[in-house]
């Protein structure tokens, strides 16, 4: 076992829990871990954009957590709580995103965090993350990044899934340092999840093949997962409990892995 993972099992509560619109309390996969339990429901100013003081709450509850762990982060729309996270990481990084959107397009309002907008400021703002391994998007949205950004991304639609096996020979011509993860569900195709966005066609087996992968090939800091689809939004509790069954399935398999 390497020492990092060594130290991964020696942190407090794992699992972490980011319940920013009551989606988690309607779920059942985490509740027999050990998990530190976050309640952000009450939290104004953070749905799809972070405004400062909300930002400025969320950083000062995470201040003494570790990136790294296991990080369960709500709906799509706080993605942007992966910046967060990245940001506590001290060491050069290659961040692994997969996601159905690049996460690259610059805020609507301003200097505003957004969900759409993280990767980009992240890459603008953290001297330690010297890459970005994007999996899983929309060729079309690629087709919009900045060509500022073209030589600190490699970019694979799910086409490029055929070349995994291949996966360790390309690691090590471009991806050297230890590695974050950020996990979109929306990556995932509509026939085994539910999300809030518009979702790719990656099946559940093909995500736990590459993370496997990933997992045997690199050093991992952590891992931040979000996609849920809270019940609010009118899709009913069966996307919430195909939610609770695929991240049941996730944790599963990251318990075999890592945790």
């Given at each position: 076992m390497?020492?990092?993972?060594?130290?991964w099992q020696?942190?407090?509560?794992p699992?972490?829990?980011m319940?920013?619109?009551?989606?988690?309390?309607?779920?059942?996969?985490?509740?027999?871990?050990?998990?530190?339990?976050?309640?952000?429901?009450?939290?104004?100013?953070?749905n799809?954009?972070?405004?400062?003081e909300a930002?400025?709450?969320?950083?000062e509850r995470?201040?003494?957590?570790?990136?790294m762990?296991?990080?369960?982060?709500?709906?799509?729309?706080f993605?942007?709580?992966?910046?967060?996270?990245?940001?506590?990481?001290?060491?050069?990084?290659?961040?692994?995103?997969?996601?159905h959107?690049?996460?690259?397009?610059?805020?609507?309002?301003?200097?505003?965090?957004?969900?759409?907008?993280?990767?980009?400021?992240?890459?603008?703002t953290?001297?330690?993350l010297?890459?970005?391994?994007m999996?899983?998007?929309?060729?079309?949205?690629?087709?919009?990044?900045?060509?500022?950004?073209?030589?600190?991304?490699?970019?694979?639609?799910?086409?490029?899934?055929?070349?995994?096996?291949?996966?360790?020979?390309?690691?090590?011509?471009?991806?050297?340092?230890?590695i974050?993860i950020?996990?979109?569900?929306?990556?995932?195709?509509?026939?085994?999840?539910?999300?809030?966005?518009?979702?790719?066609n990656?099946?559940?087996?093909?995500?736990?093949a590459?993370?496997?992968?990933?997992?045997?090939?690199?050093t991992?800091?952590?891992i931040?997962?979000?996609?849920?689809?809270?019940?609010?939004?009118?899709?009913?509790?069966?996307?919430?409990?195909?939610?609770?069954s695929?991240?049941?399935?996730?944790?599963?398999f990251?318990?075999?892995?890592?945790?």
């Amino acid at each position: 076992m390497r020492n990092r993972e060594k130290k991964w099992q020696q942190a407090a509560a794992p699992v972490v829990m980011m319940n920013f619109t009551h989606v988690y309390e309607q779920e059942y996969f985490y509740r027999k871990e050990p998990h530190l339990w976050m309640d952000f429901t009450g939290l104004k100013g953070v749905n799809g954009y972070c405004d400062e003081e909300a930002g400025r709450e969320i950083r000062e509850r995470i201040e003494d957590l570790s990136p790294m762990g296991v990080h369960f982060i709500d709906s799509g729309n706080f993605h942007y709580i992966s910046k967060f996270w990245t940001d506590k990481i001290r060491e050069d990084f290659v961040l692994v995103l997969f996601d159905h959107h690049t996460d690259m397009q610059p805020s609507r309002f301003g200097e505003l965090l957004s969900c759409g907008s993280w990767v980009k400021d992240a890459l603008d703002t953290n001297s330690f993350l010297r890459k970005v391994v994007m999996i899983g998007m929309d060729k079309h949205a690629l087709e919009a990044i900045g060509e500022d950004y073209r030589d600190r991304l490699l970019c694979f639609t799910t086409d490029f899934l055929g070349m995994t096996k291949d996966w360790q020979a390309f690691a090590g011509e471009h991806v050297k340092l230890p590695i974050y993860i950020s996990i979109d569900k929306d990556v995932l195709r509509p026939q085994e999840e539910i999300t809030d966005w518009d979702q790719g066609n990656m099946s559940i087996a093909m995500l736990e093949a590459i993370l496997r992968l990933l997992i045997r090939c690199h050093t991992i800091i952590g891992i931040d997962i979000c996609g849920e689809c809270p019940d609010i939004l009118g899709k009913g509790l069966e996307a919430v409990k195909r939610n609770d069954s695929v991240n049941q399935k996730l944790m599963e398999f990251l318990k075999s892995q890592v945790l």
